[in-house]
């Protein structure tokens, strides 16, 4: 089965172009529940296609696939931006 790019995000990037480089001068992306269940659940086949350069004539498009694997190796890391926070049964 072939990839499928289930994500498109937009970062800034002033480094350079390898992806050990794009990984190390994005500072932060959001991804939502649903994507990291979806990267966790579809592994390699999940992709998140990095846009940069947004203010040139020539934006660049890096691909991060398997980004699953990156958590595992601590490549990316997952932190918390906000919390949704619902009322317990006890006050429903």
């Known amino acids: ?9 937009f970062a800034c990037s002033t480094a350079g172009r390898s992806q050990r480089a794009l990984a ?3 500072g932060a992306f959001d991804l939502t529940a649903n994507e ?5 659940k579809y592994g390699p086949q999940f992709g998140l296609a990095l846009v940069t350069d947004l203010g040139s004539a020539h934006p ?5 696939w398997d980004a699953a694997r990156w958590f595992g190796e601590n490549r990316l890391v997952r932190e918390p931006l906000v919390w949704g926070v619902r009322l ?5």
Do not use: D, E, Q
């Open 1 to 9: 089965m072939g990839h499928r790019i289930c994500r498109v995000t």
């Open 24 to 26: 190390g001068s994005i």
């Open 36 to 40: 990291l269940n979806a990267a966790l």
């Open 60 to 64: 660049k498009v890096f691909y991060l």
């Open 88 to 92: 317990g049964p006890a006050v429903i």
